[in-house]
């Protein structure tokens, strides 16, 4: 049932007049919201450009600290060394031995059945060798009525086993054959084609040197002592000129795949600091530049440069006929907006690689 309100003019007026002044109110509120958000959004701005400024004021103080006190060459320092020699009593405590893998084998609770877990498989992939630990025949009768056993299952345990690295001399023979009549006649076979001209390396200890070396971190030093170990007496000049030799050989390899990177539609950049021995004019403390390039599309490449600066030219060269409209995904590195508008290509910024 409806009810009827009788107003007067001037309550209506008033009624009117809170409401138009509610608004007003609401309006100021929203503004004032607005205002709050800019000035919050611009003092974030200000907080990320002084953490900036502070992180490198940072790295500017421990790279003049390193100047001032750090040793004058390669040299480990003491802790370094006693982290190397005593990294098993420094890592041990708190972790156990690996244990045989064993199958996930069902444990029967209260009211329902658990899987017992084991340790993470080895890889299938890896070659199996089959041993089998097996019950002598005399061993297969049964010791309370001696009818014979019957096998029923295999249980199946599982340990990783190393073969060590097995390195041999190829000796090739080349038979010599001469014409018994006019003795003029002599045809040996030729050599095989090979990457680096009468080497001393095969191709698969060439191959073994580059992993270990690069792929594994070992230095020149330690490869030459680990081939005198088995009886190679080879110095670490000679396997240092091997893999220039090595590098200029497979130069034309390295251009077919700056060729892939560059027709990529999605392309990675980044670069990062390095160490360089002896190297003319400058310190051994000096930083240097390892510059990273990646593909996204295409046949995977990884191409890694380097060079003392991190300029623009240098990323100029490295990018240069990269196809008009790829993708270039950087940390915003100024150089990389160069390459970016100079090549016609969408610069554009992701997470710095390096954990910070």
Known sequence: MSKTVTLTA??????????????????????ERRSLLEERAGLRSELRVVITERDLYHERL????????????????????????NEAEALAPGADPAQESEPDRTVDVPAHKRIRRGRKP???ALPRVTVRHDLSEAERTCEYDGSMLVEIDVRVREQLDIVPEQFRVIRHEYPVYVCPTCDQGIKVAPAPARIIRKSLFTEAALAWLVVAKFADGLPLYRLAVILRRIGGDISRGTLAASMIRLGQ??????????????????LYGDETTGQVLKEPGRSAQTKSFVWAQMNGTGPPVRLFSYNPTRSTAQAAVLYAGVHQGAALMTDGY?????????????????EHWKTR
């Open 10 to 31: 001037e309550q209506y007026a008033t009624i009117l007049a809170s409401r138009d002044a509610l608004a007003v109110e609401r309006d100021g509120l929203v503004d």
């Open 62 to 85: 421990k790279l003049f600290q390193r100047r001032l006190f750090a040793a004058k060459s390669e040299m480990r320092d003491a802790c370094q060394q006693d982290l190397f020699f």
């Open 122 to 124: 080895l890889d299938p």
């Open 249 to 266: 050989a497979v130069q034309p390899l390295i251009n077919l795949m700056r060729d892939i990177l560059l027709e990529s539609d999605i």
């Open 334 to 350: 100024a150089p990389y907006d160069e390459v970016a508008r100079v090549n016609g290509t969408a610069s554009k910024q992701i």
